[in-house]
């Protein structure tokens, strides 16, 4: 991780640094790509409702494809493998609410369409 150091000039000056720190400056160290965070946490801030609707529409999927493997692992080794069994996860559970939306007839015959 590639943080970066900064000591401000105005610290020798400022009225609050003995609540900041107990040396002459304060050095702050800061990520590479801490702006990126500040950022996000600024959009979530000005809509707090973001991550309900985010953890009711995404997570779900997610909690329902871990039930399905068995809660916390993957069956095979190496990423090639597993990025396979992540793949035919989450095949079946888009064919499966396809089925819930269209009902299994009509997927059938769309598979029927789109295979001739």
């Known amino acids: 991780m590639e943080l970066r150091l900064y000591w401000p000039s105005a610290c020798p000056k400022c009225a ?3 609540q900041c720190t107990t040396s002459s400056v304060r050095r702050i ?3 590479k790509h801490e702006a990126v965070i500040d ?6 801030d000005g809509k707090p409702d973001a991550m309900t609707l985010r953890r009711s529409t995404i ?5 329902m494809l871990q039930h399905w493997m068995g809660s916390t692992h993957f069956l095979m080794k190496t990423m ?3 990025g396979t069994e992540m ?7 888009n064919l499966k609410r396809l089925m819930s939306v269209l009902g299994v007839a009509k997927t059938m ?3 029927q369409l789109v295979g001739a």
């Open 109 to 111: 015959k769309a598979m």
């Open 80 to 82: 090639a493998h597993v």
């Open 39 to 44: 950022r996000m946490q600024q959009r979530l």
């Open 59 to 63: 997570e779900h999927v997610f909690g």
């Open 29 to 31: 160290r800061r990520w």
């Open 16 to 18: 609050l640094r003995d």
């Open 87 to 93: 793949s035919l996860h989450v095949l079946a559970y």
